[in-house]
T-cell receptor, first 113, second 107 residues
Framework: DAGVIQSPRHEVTEMGQEVTLRCKPI?????LFWYRQTMMRGLELLIY????????DSGMPEDRFSAKMPNASFSTLKIQPSEPRDSAVYFC???????????FGQGTRLTVV | RKEVEQDPGPFNVPEGATVAFNCTYS??????FFWYRQDCRKEPKLLMS???SGNEDGRFTAQLNRASQYISLLIRDSKLSDSATYLC????????FGSGTQLTVLP
């Protein structure tokens, strides 16, 4: 199994531009998580899905952020418009049902200038 | 109060030392706990699960104390390669991570 796959690995964009981050979870996993990591705030849960349905998006910072999971093998996190304070590493993780460990993708390092 | 709290460190220890990390959690209904390891500029990776009876994997021992709502990780005979950030995780419907404890093992 290739593991959780995220793209792109690195993204540099100008303030105000739209950014789309992509994630392919491990096949058969039915939970998917989006996290953001910064030095100041550590790993923050943005949103998670169970069986493609968003369960808790209370961690999404504001309306500029949106996430979708159109099917079991693909999810996107979109930021529109992007701002410099969105600069961080964004991780996607997936797991089997409750109480099992999650597996992380390699992350997308986003820089907004 | 944060849901999962860890001492951020840093912990700087000599090779061969024994080091222990603690982590407290606020959700008394939490069912599962894990320790993850994260190397610089890498993704977090599972180190070990934490069971009520305690569990050991080589030089690593994890313990869970439900009454006091904390979990611990003990590393014996530390190696240079153990240098990393260690994250405790509480799992209920979602996964909640502590802020991580940074460990540096010195030669």
């Amino acid at each position: 199994d290739a593991g959780v796959i995220q793209s792109p690995r690195h993204e540099v964009t100008e303030m105000g531009q739209e950014v789309t981050l992509r994630c392919k979870p491990i096949s058969g996993h039915n939970s998917l998580f989006w996290y953001r990591q910064t030095m100041m705030r550590g790993l923050e849960l943005l949103i998670y899905f169970n069986n493609n349905v968003p369960i808790d998006d209370s961690g999404m910072p504001e309306d500029r952020f949106s996430a979708k999971m159109p099917n079991a093998s693909f999810s996107t996190l979109k930021i529109q418009p992007s701002e410099p304070r969105d600069s961080a590493v964004y991780f996607c993780a997936s797991r089997l049902p409750l109480n099992t460990e999650a597996f992380f993708g390699q992350g997308t390092r986003l820089t907004v200038v | 109060r944060k849901e999962v709290e860890q001492d951020p460190g840093p912990f700087n220890v000599p090779e061969g030392a024994t080091v222990a990390f603690n982590c407290t959690y606020s959700n008394s209904a939490s069912q599962s706990f894990f320790w993850y390891r994260q190397d610089c500029r890498k993704e977090p990776k599972l180190l070990m699960s934490v069971y009520s009876s305690g569990n050991e994997d080589g030089r690593f021992t994890a313990q869970l104390n439900r009454a006091s709502q904390y979990i611990s990780l003990l590393i014996r005979d530390s190696k240079l390669s153990d240098s990393a950030t260690y994250l405790c995780v509480e799992s209920s419907r979602q996964l909640t991570f502590g802020s991580g404890t940074q460990l540096t093992v010195l030669p």
